[in-house]
């Protein structure tokens, strides 16, 4: 049986998300190195400029692009048993989900091609379009994938980042009044899952930026949010500022690691005894002091 002493700090599961733009993969890249990235969106270019403004070593980068589910899953269960990596980044579940339909599809469609009973499939003209079946086997690879995601996190003290693009959803508040709010959901295959991901985070933060139109004043301020907003949730487990603008510099070496340490060298309250004498409630508070 576990206790608080054995919680390792050190070590977070975060996600990252936002709309596209808003530099989620690239605050990714200012947390410890060497990194491994999994990567899904195939735009590891785009990282080129803050790693030299950084000065974050090329070769303590690595990466695999990747198009489908099995290959990743297998590097994951390599991991699992020997990992050397300070951080693991998934960029993104966004694009990960279609890797995981699209193998799904092929899977059928050979399947379908080489004469199996109950190789079904949606078709339209000549393309295989993804059903049911498929967003329930997407749900069941992202079940697997946070799982070997926690085990690795947990053994192995390893920073996981999963990068999330959002997308805008009206919703309803109240079936009775029919009051409706707007909010930004995860955008993967399928919906419940989507919205079970984020659940499994320590950390969630959320990136916006605040437009600028004077064209002399520079760019947008770009920051992100740790705290719930009522549209966009966010949460944190480390004494974080609500709003954090970060423009240029590297999140972690600027707010998460001083984050990390403030909350290991914070001292825990001291609880006062319920039934106490004026001179054994003097000392006490003494002591705390």
């Known amino acids: 049986m576990a206790t608080f002493e054995t919680v390792n700090i050190d070590a977070l599961f975060t996600m990252l998300k936002g709309e596209p733009g808003t530099r989620k993969s690239t605050c990714a890249l200012s947390y410890p190195t060497p990194q491994y990235w999994i990567s899904t969106d195939q735009k590891m270019q785009a990282l080129m400029m ?29 991991l699992q048993v020997n990992c050397s990596y300070k951080t693991i980044i998934v960029d993104s579940i966004t694009s990960i989900g279609d890797c995981m339909n699209r193998e799904t599809i092929k899977q059928k469609r050979q399947a379908k091609s080489e004469g199996s009973e109950g190789a079904g499939g949606k078709k339209i003209g000549n393309i295989y379009v993804p059903g049911i079946e498929e967003y329930n086997a997407e749900a069941s690879a992202f079940q697997e994938l946070i799982a070997i995601l926690k085990d690795i996190h947990e053994f192995h003290k390893t920073h996981i980042i999963l990068i999330a693009h959002v997308v805008g959803q009206r919703a309803k508040d109240n079936a009775v009044n029919n009051l409706t709010h707007h909010s930004r959901v995860i955008i993967t295959g399928g919906d419940k899952i989507s919205g079970k991901i984020a659940s499994y985070m320590t950390e969630v933060y959320h ?5 600028d139109f004077n064209a002399d ?29 970060f423009n240029n510099e590297p999140l972690y070496d600027k707010w998460i690691a001083p984050g990390i340490a403030k909350l290991k060298a914070e001292k825990p309250i001291q609880k006062i005894p319920t039934s106490t004498t004026p001179q054994t409630l003097t000392s006490t508070i003494t002591q705390i002091k």
């Open 50 to 78: 803050p790693m030299k403004r950084w000065g974050i070593n090329p070769k303590e980068v690595h990466f695999d692009n990747y198009t489908d589910w099995t290959k990743p899953r297998n590097q994951l269960e390599k």
């Open 207 to 211: 990136f916006n930026i605040e437009s």
């Open 217 to 245: 004043s520079g760019e947008g301020k770009f920051g992100l949010f740790t705290q719930h907003t009522g549209n966009d949730y966010a949460r944190t487990s480390l004494p974080l500022e609500r709003k954090i603008i």
